[in-house]
């Protein structure tokens, strides 16, 4: 069974420019989820999608976006990047509420 | 809001040697995760605490939840060098599905 895959590994931007990450979930699974791991901030949950909803959101600005597809995929869209944005993101999926998450093996975004 | 606390925040403990890393929260909830961080890695799932009481074993990992305490807790057993990682708690909200994390035990074991 294929676990979630993320792309891409390494993604630079320049500040002010937007990025998109992707996600695909484990197959089965109809949520996923969006995490960000910051340098000195830990782990924070950025978003959760489920059957293609956005069921609830972190404290994030509205610059970061998602989407997820009939597919059960999802992709992250930064807008306007910031040098702070720099951080692993990651992705997780689950098959229902509480039956435990599996995380993906992260983009790293770096914003110069 | 859900807080959760982790410590030690930093633990270095000699091979053969026992500790407890604790992770207390701050609300309700019955469903606690215990993950391994290795180096810019990512999280791999250790335990899934899912009721009061539960209590898991992996090799030289144990963990257990206490609800009512709101404290779960890591317990090593005759640390080897391979046991050295980042390990996070997470606790899931019971609305909302989220994990929010602690901020991690960084783990080292010497030889």
């Known amino acids: 069974e294929a676990g979630v895959t993320q792309s891409p590994t390494h993604l630079i931007k320049t500040r002010g420019q937007q990025a998109t990450l992707r996600c695909s979930p484990i197959s089965g699974h109809t949520s996923v989820y969006w995490y960000q791991q910051a340098l000195g901030l830990g782990l924070q949950f950025l978003l959760w999608?489920?059957?293609?909803?956005?069921?609830n959101r972190g404290n994030f600005p509205p610059r970061f976006s998602g989407r997820q597809f009939p597919n059960y995929s999802s992709e992250l869209n930064v807008n306007a990047l910031e040098l702070e944005d720099s951080a692993l993101y990651l992705c997780?999926?689950?098959?229902?509420?509480?039956?435990?998450?599996?995380f993906g093996s992260g983009t790293r975004l770096t914003v110069v | 809001e859900l807080k959760v606390e982790q410590n030690p925040l930093f633990l270095s403990m000699q091979e053969g040697k026992n500790y407890t890393i604790y992770c207390n929260y701050s609300t309700t909830s019955d469903r606690l995760y215990w993950y391994r961080q290795d180096p810019g890695k990512s999280l791999e799932s250790l335990f899934v605490?899912?009721?009061?009481?539960a209590v898991k074993q992996e090799g030289r990992l144990m963990a257990s939840l206490d609800t009512k305490a709101r404290l779960s807790t890591l317990h090593i057993t005759a640390a080897v060098h391979d046991l050295s990682a980042t390990y996070f708690c997470a606790v899931e909200e019971t609305s909302g599905s989220r994990l929010t994390f602690g901020e991690g035990t960084q783990l080292t074991v010497n030889p």
């Open positions: 605490l899912l009721s009061n009481g």
């Open positions: 997780a999926s689950s098959k229902r509420q509480g039956y435990g998450y599996t």
């Open positions: 999608y489920d059957e293609g909803e956005e069921r």
